[in-house]
């Protein structure tokens, strides 16, 4: 394990092992002599990039004289809004929130592996599945306070009453399902370009690779634009106003 670490988590793991721990106990887990992974410290890394980016950005946010980092976050914005907007039926400006911060993370995620001495965290199961159940527990949330237990229960029994029988072991089974989905999908094709993107860097490290990186960014996109996605589509489910 030692020597798979990246710098920043052998920094983490020389100086703040102590506090990894704690952590740890928190959840009830063991001592470790190494406490940090490298999937964590890099979600660190892209949270402290997030929270730093946008620090920078608010005091300099302006109607008159906006600048290039605001009008990159603003285009962000109106696609996240005009995608809420498709997807969600029901007022999809009150999610966009969260549907940007999902899109944000794990879009940075994502690309941080791209930066020589750095690792997308996303390559580590851990990662999206954490992102998924985050998902799976918010739609559900939001179901429930757009429609209360009774509506909102009433979108598993199916169209026809006496279809429920059927239809809630099967909407059960589905919505379960969903976390895992969400969760194989951005892991598999993450890691897979990794390795690919690692593979031609170690056999031919010039004009080749580059074309894969290339490759990588775009999957990255894509790979982040698929979960925000699914992610609308699941709250535009729970939310919807049966009739």
């Excluded at 939001?142 to 237990?149: H, K, S, T």
């Amino acid at each position: 394990m030692h020597e798979t670490e990246i710098w920043i988590t052998k920094i983490f793991n020389d100086h703040l092992a102590g506090l990894g721990n704690s952590m740890l106990g928190l959840v009830g887990l063991p001592s470790q002599e190494r406490p940090w992974a490298d999937f964590i410290t890099m979600q660190l890394l892209v949270v402290a990039i997030l929270v730093v980016l946008f620090a920078v950005l608010r005091p300099r946010l302006s109607v008159d004289r906006p600048g290039k980092l605001q009008h990159t976050f603003e285009l962000i914005f109106e696609f996240v809004k005009g995608q809420a907007d498709d997807q969600v039926a029901y007022h999809g400006e009150r999610y966009v929130a969260y549907f940007g911060t999902i899109f944000l993370f794990i879009l940075s995620a994502n690309l941080i592996g791209i930066i020589p001495g750095f690792e997308s965290p996303t390559m580590t199961p851990s990662v999206p599945a954490g992102c998924a159940v985050a998902t799976f527990c918010y739609y559900n949330y939001m179901g429930l306070r757009a429609n209360g237990v009774i509506g909102y229960l009433a979108h598993f029994c199916g169209p026809i009453w006496w279809m429920a029988p059927l239809m809630i072991p099967i909407e059960i089974v589905s919505h379960l399902a969903r976390p895992m989905s969400l969760t194989i999908r951005l892991f598999a094709n993450m890691f897979a370009g990794e390795q690919v993107t690692n593979v031609f860097l170690g056999l031919m490290p010039l004009v080749l690779p580059a074309a894969f990186m290339g490759l990588h960014v775009f999957v990255s996109l894509l790979q982040a634009y698929i979960f925000m996605l699914l992610t609308m589509m699941y709250v535009g489910g729970a939310v919807a106003h049966e009739h």
